[in-house]
């Protein structure tokens, strides 16, 4: 992250995995740029498959990444002053939480912690998942290193087919 280009104003790295709200993470996208950030779209592998990554880059200028560049490509993204996670998986949560960089929304989870870059991370799991032992260790874990966590269930809506409820995100990164 640190090669990377200057953008005017704040940016965000919007990194998104593979879970129901990515499918509308273009209207976290609008909230975050209504609040003032450049956004770039970071997406695990299997979330990029769910998203429509024509629309996300237009909404945002930037490609979407989901894989590591080559080492003789330029980096295409701006230097990010902070990062979302939304929505945080299981998964992500704990592979982030080891350590582990198999992906390049990995990598740049791991270099932002290092970085010291504000983080939010927005769980959203399954109840059993989030029962399991391993998942309140990585999140305690990963609150030590200085990321905000919401509550797991922040931006569920309150009824099936109602929006979800981005501002739970918003309102704490829109004040870093």
Same mark, same amino acid.
């Given at each position: 992250?640190?090669d990377h280009t200057r953008a005017a104003g704040r940016v965000l790295y919007l990194v998104v995995c593979a879970a129901p709200p990515a499918r509308s993470i273009g209207e976290l996208i609008i909230l975050a740029q209504q609040?003032?950030?450049?956004?770039?779209?970071?997406?695990?592998?299997?979330?990029?498959?769910?998203?429509?990554?024509?629309?996300?880059?237009?909404?945002?200028?930037?490609?979407?990444?989901?894989?590591?560049?080559?080492?003789?490509?330029?980096?295409?993204?701006?230097?990010?002053?902070?990062?979302?996670?939304?929505?945080?998986?299981?998964?992500?949560?704990?592979?982030?939480?080891?350590?582990?960089?198999?992906?390049?929304?990995?990598?740049?989870?791991?270099? /932002?912690?290092? !970085? $010291? @870059?504000?983080?939010?991370?927005?769980?959203? =799991?399954?109840?059993?998942? +989030?029962?399991? %032992? &391993?998942? /309140?260790?990585? !999140? $305690? @874990?990963?609150?030590?290193?200085?990321?905000? =966590?919401?509550?797991?269930? +922040?931006?569920? %809506? &309150?009824?099936?087919?109602?929006?979800? @409820?981005?501002?739970?995100?918003?309102?704490?990164?829109?004040?870093?």
């Open positions: 992250m640190d609040g003032g950030w450049t956004v770039c779209v970071i997406a695990t592998p299997r979330a990029a498959s769910w998203i429509d990554t024509p629309d996300l880059i237009e909404r945002t200028g930037y490609p979407v990444r989901s894989d590591y560049k080559h080492p003789d490509d330029p980096d295409v993204l701006p230097r990010a002053d902070a990062v979302a996670v939304v929505p945080a998986t299981f998964n992500t949560i704990n592979k982030w939480a080891a350590g582990i960089s198999d992906t390049f929304a990995l990598g740049v989870l791991n270099e /932002a912690l290092g !970085l $010291g @870059l504000p983080i939010v991370v927005a769980p959203y =799991v399954k109840a059993a998942l +989030a029962a399991h %032992p &391993a998942f /309140a260790r990585s !999140l $305690g @874990l990963l609150r030590d290193c200085g990321a905000i =966590v919401t509550p797991t269930e +922040a931006i569920r %809506p &309150a009824k099936e087919g109602e929006p979800f @409820l981005w501002s739970a995100v918003v309102d704490v990164f829109s004040s870093k």
